[in-house]
């Protein structure tokens, strides 16, 4: 069910993000308006002939020497590597094939992934011949494109999606156990929560690896007999050797494997810290993904309180991260244990919460006393009409709403409509969405 990931690799400059920013066009999310998110997008939804796809630009490399530069090229591929579906490993025309090229791709050789070879910066034809070198690399046959001049996309694309593994079809039936990926920059306490959510569990069935390379999945059931499965993102880094940790960067790549395929994401954050930069971007991929969350601020412990502690750094935490000020946030010690035991019952409520269905009468009733209230937005002359108002989908609870004119509809109106329904309905810990229809009355 969930798309195709193709992974973006390659050394500094070579052209990726020029690649990426003109594959993934102008879309602006409420998301991309929060100061921090816009700078490094590191996922873009892509359509190509009927098949969707998500791209993601593992750039990210700032080596502060040739040792450095290698080591991280490694860890990039590495991530690339366990995560992607599809890996295109970007080379430069001008620079033609350097060693950096070639350890990299003795590296993606060995995956059994799908590899594409991609040398970029044939901004025109003559170009053709640089690319004969690139052979060398084993790593079949090379493919032109120029970035800057999208050159070339249509044959790397057609390439990309004929690669795509096929659709298994599997769907999550009623009794499968709730998803929960536990993510967070590295350091924030994701291991020692994983431990005590699991307690002895783990010591017993930890360490299966997950059906994917990006995480340590373990079953949980809980006192009251609901199933979980553990996504643990912090358990695969024991394992590696090569990937260097110190590079948030790549704990947020992680991440986003593990987002998709949850149900609920817990999101730690470091109490001493606040809320950073890679916390809102990891913030960012869950509430884009439509998935359920938790705010965890985590080593409560270190924090001094007094009256009000609480509740002032939960409004910090919603506030620097407003598109997603529907969250529960709860404030726990991993360490000593304070709190960890309203986690799952706080991950069943999201969960249902995101599984929620309202009935097309009362939804229409709700809408309508919410048009009462604030009468829709006028542009010129014309007036935005609702005419009426089904939910078409769960996870994340998803309404169409019939229109007269979808150019009508402003943001600060979706977003009226948005409140009214979670003050109405409990919607706790789920994003909502809106898709307009335009209607002929
Ligand atoms: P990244 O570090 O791999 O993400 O590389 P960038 O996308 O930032 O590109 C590095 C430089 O190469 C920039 O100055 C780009 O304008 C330039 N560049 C990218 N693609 C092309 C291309 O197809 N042709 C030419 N001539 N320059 C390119
Ligand atoms: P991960 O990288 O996110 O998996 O973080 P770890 O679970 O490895 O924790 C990083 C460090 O923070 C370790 O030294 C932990 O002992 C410490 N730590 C984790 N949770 C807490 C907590 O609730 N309070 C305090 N004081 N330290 C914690």
Same mark, same amino acid.
């Given at each position: ?14 052209? @990726? ?6 594959? %993934?066009? @102008? ?16 996922? %873009? ?33 590495? #991530?690339?590597? /366990? ?5 295109? !490993? ?12 070639? /350890? ?10 799908? $590899? ?9 034809? *003559? ?6 070198? !690139? ?8 493919? *032109? ?12 694309? +057609?390439?990309?999606?004929?690669? !795509? ?23 924030? *306490? ?23 390379? /990006? ?16 996504? /643990? ?32 994401? =817990? ?6 810290? *606040? ?5 809102? @971007? ?44 529907? %969250? ?11 709190? $960890? ?21 009362? =939804?229409?009733?709700?809408?309508? +006393? ?28 998803? !309404? #169409? ?38 209607? @002929?009355?």
């Amino acid at each position: 069910m969930s798309k195709p990931l193709v992974a973006i690799v390659g050394r500094p400059n070579v052209g @990726k993000s020029t690649f990426f920013n003109k594959m %993934a066009g @102008k879309r602006i999310s409420i998301v991309e308006d929060t100061p921090g998110v816009t700078r490094d997008r590191v996922h %873009a939804d892509v359509e190509w002939l009927g098949h969707s796809f998500t791209l993601i630009d593992t750039g990210g490399i700032d080596p502060k020497s040739d040792d450095e530069l290698l080591s991280q090229m490694r860890a990039q591929a590495q #991530v690339a590597m /366990d995560l992607a579906d599809v890996i295109c !490993f970007f080379t430069d025309a001008r620079d033609g094939l350097t060693d950096d090229d070639r /350890d990299v791709a003795n590296l993606l050789r060995r995956t059994g992934k799908p $590899v594409l070879l991609v040398v970029n910066k044939i901004d025109y034809m *003559g170009l053709n011949d640089q690319m004969y070198e !690139f052979y060398e690399l084993g790593l079949g046959d090379p493919i *032109g494109i120029s970035s800057v001049n999208m050159l070339g996309f249509g044959d790397l694309l +057609d390439e990309i999606i004929r690669l !795509f593994p096929e659709d298994t079809g599997e769907a999550a039936d009623e009794s499968s156990p709730i998803q929960v990926a536990i993510v967070g920059r590295p350091n924030v *306490g994701k291991s020692s929560l994983t431990n005590r959510l699991l307690g002895q569990e783990r010591t017993m069935v930890s360490d299966i690896p997950g059906t994917t390379r /990006d995480a340590i999945d373990t079953p949980y059931t809980a006192e009251d007999g609901t199933s979980y499965n553990i996504i /643990d993102t912090a358990g695969m880094r024991r394992k590696r050797s090569v990937e260097d940790e110190s590079l948030e960067h790549f704990s947020v790549l992680r991440s986003v494997a593990a987002i998709r395929r949850c149900d609920v994401a =817990l999101l730690l954050i470091n109490a001493e810290d *606040g809320v950073t930069e890679q916390d809102t @971007k990891i913030a960012g991929l869950i509430h884009e993904e439509g998935k359920g969350v938790v705010i965890i601020v985590n080593k409560w412990d270190l924090i001094e309180k007094e009256t009000g502690t609480f509740e002032k750094y939960q409004k910090e935490v919603l506030s620097a991260l407003k598109f997603m000020d529907y %969250a529960p946030v709860l404030c726990i010690s991993a360490k000593s244990g304070q709190r $960890v035991n309203t986690v799952f019952q706080t991950v069943k409520a999201v969960y249902e919460t995101s599984c929620r269905r309202i009935t097309t009468g009362v =939804l229409n009733d709700v809408l309508n +006393d919410a048009m009462n209230a604030l009468q829709p937005p006028i542009q010129g002359t014309r007036r935005l009409k609702i005419y009426y108002a089904t939910q078409c989908d769960i996870q994340p609870p998803t !309404f #169409v709403l019939f229109v007269n004119d979808e150019t009508l509809m402003v943001f600060s109106y979706e977003r009226y409509l948005e409140n009214y329904f979670r003050k109405t309905f409990d919607f706790t810990g789920t994003p909502i969405r809106f898709i307009l229809r335009e209607r @002929k009355k």
